[in-house]
């Protein structure tokens, strides 16, 4: 079966740091269903990762236009904004309709060819069960297609490349983690990231009863971080599930740094 293109919907970068190859592999892929998923649950995975040395990209699936805050337009310079604050190598958007992400065969197709264009070595996905159903279709349609991308026979003018790991990002059911980073780090930029979609913020007068723009949203975003740090003993902690057990090269390593110490 063959992709003719990227699906149905075009494909529109956001933000690229190379200006002679507009879609450069990467070693990482966070996938988000809106603009500022991915800056909400995997910032200081992104940044840790930039300061580590890894290439980074977010593929954003919707423009956001159904949001009861801001226009499509706005959340794209907001978008822009955050992945320089992020450093991200790329950011891409597929156009999906808010609101109606759905793992379709022709999504799979997208999702495929972006993937073997960026040749990602980790994939991280939204969770497959979430309060918004474009956050779990998202996290269906990855995981399907994570598979599909190493079979030459779909879409055969792309070279395959399977990814190495699939992860998902935590969400808003009860969740245990399979693995928490130490964003400690690089929480303020990873703040400072989340506030680029200002348009979600404010003003508080339209805002009333909305999740994100609750005085209580940025605190309770602190409140996970720091309730996962606790669980590996450091200040922050972002939290990652995986369905097959991580595999670790070096245990007594992994354990190098004492928990509980101040850094
Ligand atoms: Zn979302």
């Given at each position: ?6 699906g ?39 940044l ?24 499509a ?12 604050c ?12 808010d ?12 999702v ?39 079979i ?16 998902f990002?935590?969400?808003t ?7 928490v980073v130490?964003?400690t ?6 703040k ?20 994100i ?7 309770s ?11 590996i003993g450091?200040?922050?902690g ?7 057990p ?5 245990l ?8 509980w110490?101040?850094?």
């Amino acid at each position: 079966m063959s992709c003719r293109s990227l699906g149905a919907h075009p494909l529109i970068q956001y933000f690229s740091l190379s200006s002679t190859d507009p879609i450069e592999p990467v070693d990482l892929v966070v996938f988000a269903a809106h603009p500022d998923d991915a800056e909400l649950n995997c910032g200081g995975l992104l940044l840790i990762s930039k300061l580590r040395g890894w290439k980074t990209a977010i593929v954003d699936a919707t423009q956001g236009e159904l949001g009861s805050l801001g226009t499509a337009e706005l959340r794209r310079e907001e978008a822009e904004q955050a992945a320089r604050c992020l450093q991200l190598n790329s950011r891409f958007n597929l156009g999906f309709p808010d609101g109606d992400v759905r793992d379709t065969q022709e999504n799979r197709q997208t999702v495929i060819s972006i993937i073997r264009k960026l040749q990602p070595k980790l994939v991280i996905a939204p969770p497959r069960d979430d309060h918004h159903p474009d956050h779990s279709a998202l996290g269906q349609l990855i995981e399907r297609s994570f598979y599909l991308t190493g079979i030459k026979k779909l879409c055969p003018e792309i070279p395959t490349h399977r990814p190495n790991a699939l992860l998902f990002h935590g969400g808003t059911r009860p969740f245990e983690p399979d693995a928490v980073v130490d964003v400690t780090p690089v929480i303020e930029k990873r703040k400072e990231a989340i506030l680029c979609f200002q348009s979600q913020f404010k003003p508080k007068e339209e805002a009333s009863g909305i999740r994100i723009a609750s005085d209580y949203f940025m605190d309770s975003v602190e409140g996970r971080l720091r309730y996962f740090g606790s669980l590996i003993g450091v200040p922050f902690g972002e939290p990652y599930t995986s369905l097959n057990p991580l595999p670790v090269k070096d245990l007594v390593a992994q354990f190098e740094e004492e928990p509980w110490k101040a850094r």
